[in-house]
């Protein structure tokens, strides 16, 4: 075989596509699992912490994953058209794989309240930038309908081949631990990544559960041989002021920092309850503060930047830590939804200023003493 081509070709044979499907990729997947070396230590937690870099795919985002199977599939199918509501990564997703289909794609956008970098790429990709008035959940009711009348592939994670494409992650893990770890932790907002992961964890131990709900009968692709025997303890951090599955319903006006996870009605929230019962694990909340210093502590200890949303699932995972509610010697992996760089003014405004300075060899030297 050629060099990696992305997760459809990987998984062909537990996806929906035949050799006739036109495969729209732009290589994504195949992201490093990367084993956390001073965090634990700093910790006092004698397992193992790994960490699952998704914002290393294409745009920067898990959301890659997803985008590459719903527009293959509307490709398929003759759209010549995607739409989909954002809180950002999406709208970056469905924007450059619209690019490499040659379709058009419409997204709807939370204005004012999607970070710089995933509004750039929206733009820079071509997209029909809709800035509406109203949160994520406004619009996406608001493309339901829309997809309902006009000739518009909805490409949000109520399309199922989503959560498909999006499940190929819990293979790569197995694949790269021999096993299913002890304990997966994940940022939940719509709630279709803990609900995609859960269903490629079960589908790599060759079971069929509740949480296998979006496969609408196309369990075929249940895959030909189990990768495992084991399952994980899935756990689910959200946001504290969007926090749906801790309030039991919905959130009218959600609120937090961590934008990508700012949802207050999710589309996924059976699928995400299964996932958490039939695992045995889980929902937390962590508040804004926890989120932005658990990013800053990964960037700063690990070398590892990723975006506010992402590193909620490290910020609860301190919590459970600390809380005593993670067996010892456990080892655990945290998914890190999105790449730093998408959020660049929540970074720089969190981070200690920079040095003006002379360009002079004594200042210089005299600044960096100082530190040494
Ligand atoms: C979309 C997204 C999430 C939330 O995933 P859901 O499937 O909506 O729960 C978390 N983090 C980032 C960076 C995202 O883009």
């Known amino acids: 075989m050629a060099h990696y081509q992305g997760l459809i070709h990987r998984y062909r ?10 495969i729209v990729t732009l290589n994504e997947g195949n992201t490093p699992l990367i084993e956390l070396q001073r965090l634990p230590d700093t910790l006092g937690f004698d397992g193992r912490i790994l960490v699952k870099f998704e914002g290393l795919n ?5 959301k890659d994953r997803g985008m590459t199977l719903a527009v293959t599939k509307a490709l398929e199918a003759g759209s010549q058209a995607i739409i989909c509501a954002s809180t950002g990564n999406t709208s970056a997703a469905a924007a450059a794989y619209a690019a490499r289909a040659g379709m ?15 509004l750039a790429q929206a733009m820079m990709h071509g997209a029909v930038v809709l800035q509406i008035q109203g949160n994520f959940d406004d619009g996406m009711r608001l493309v339901q309908e829309i997809s309902a009348e006009m000739p518009v592939a909805l490409v949000n994670s109520v399309n199922p081949y989503r959560l498909q494409g999006q499940k190929t992650v819990a293979f ?19 709630a279709g990544n803990i609900s995609a992961h859960w269903s490629g964890y079960c589908e790599a131990s060759g079971v069929q559960t509740a949480a296998c709900g ?12 189990p990768l495992t025997t084991r399952r994980p303890i899935m756990v689910g951090y959200q946001a504290a002021g969007s926090a749906p599955f801790m309030r039991g319903g919905p959130v009218a006006h959600p609120e937090t920092i961590a934008t990508a996870i700012r949802i207050g009605n999710p589309m996924s929230w059976s699928l995400a309850w299964a996932a958490v019962q039939e695992s045995g694990g889980w929902f937390d909340e962590c508040t804004d503060a926890e989120i932005l210093a658990a990013q800053a502590l990964l960037a700063r200890t690990e070398g590892i930047f990723c975006e506010p949303s992402s590193a ?6 301190f919590k459970d830590l600390k809380a005593g509610r993670i067996k010892a010697g456990s080892t655990i992996v945290a998914t890190l939804t999105g790449h730093g760089l998408k959020d660049p003014d929540t970074a720089i405004a969190q981070s200690q200023p920079t040095h003006g300075v002379a360009a002079e060899k004594g200042p210089i030297a005299e600044l960096i003493g100082k530190f040494l």
Do not use: M, W
């Open 13 to 22: 044979d537990r996806l929906p596509v035949s050799e006739h499907t036109p």
């Open 58 to 62: 294409p745009t920067g985002s898990f």
């Open 104 to 118: 058009t794609s419409f997204v709807l956008i939370p204005e004012g309240k999607i970070a710089l970098g995933k």
């Open 172 to 190: 790569e893990i197995v694949e790269a631990l021999g096993t299913a770890p002890d304990y997966h932790v994940l940022p939940v907002g719509n």
């Open 214 to 225: 979006h496969c609408q009968g196309q369990c075929p692709y249940h895959g030909p041989v």
């Open 312 to 317: 909620t699932s490290l910020a609860g995972l």
